[in-house]
């Protein structure tokens, strides 16, 4: 088995993410909004991670590469942290098409869950999955995520609004805001 770990990314990623990103381009185009062609560019995973990064520093996200046996496979992230009497993030990820199916993605989310409670000292995770994801799902629900709605035409991706469905998980860690 395939060791997996997740780090904060790092401007170093940017061709490994473009490489991976653009390789499954097409593959993804049903689950991922649609980007200019410099997004799948070094030059433009740069400018991505310079933004993700800065987020980072402002205390909103928590941007962070899946890595398996040294190499870059994906990404995890915690975003769109909101403090105050919410103590939430909302968690995304994707593991490139080479890497799905060997627990990945599982174990990724796994270590974000750790980071959410013991670093970030979160309350709630959130996330959204569309209604045909259902490996996404599966892992969300291993991890002890509850769906708890439906959002209608509230993603558009591949040319068509694609109804989603929301997941919860409150965390063990009071995430209690500072007085």
């Not at 060791?3 to 381009?25: K, M």
């Not at 105050?84 to 909302?90: I, M, N, R």
């Not at 959410?116 to 309350?123: I, P, V």
């Not at 045909?132 to 291993?142: D, G, I, P, T």
Request: no cysteine; net charge negative; hydrophobic share 40%.
């Amino acid at each position: 088995m395939s060791s997996t770990l997740i780090r904060l990314i790092e401007p170093s990623d940017g061709p490994a993410l473009a490489g991976l990103l653009s390789r499954d381009r097409q593959s993804y185009a049903r689950w991922l909004p649609a980007r200019p062609a410099e997004f799948y560019t070094p030059d433009g995973q740069a400018a991505v991670i310079q933004s993700l990064l800065a987020s980072y520093e402002q205390g909103l996200a928590w941007p962070g590469v899946v890595v398996s046996d040294a190499t870059v496979i994906g990404q995890v992230s915690i975003s769109s942290i909101l403090r105050g009497p919410f103590q939430k993030g909302y968690l995304g990820y994707w593991i490139s098409s080479l890497h799905q199916g060997l627990g990945h993605t599982s174990r990724a989310v796994g270590l974000a869950l750790r980071i959410a409670e013991d670093e970030l000292n979160l309350h709630r995770l959130e996330a959204h999955t569309q209604l045909e994801n259902l490996a996404s799902q599966a892992v969300l629900r291993k991890h002890g995520f509850s769906s708890w709605g439906i959002a209608h035409d509230h993603f558009y991706a591949d040319g068509a609004w694609r109804d989603e469905m929301f997941w919860e998980r409150t965390l063990t860690s009071t995430g209690r805001p500072a007085s």
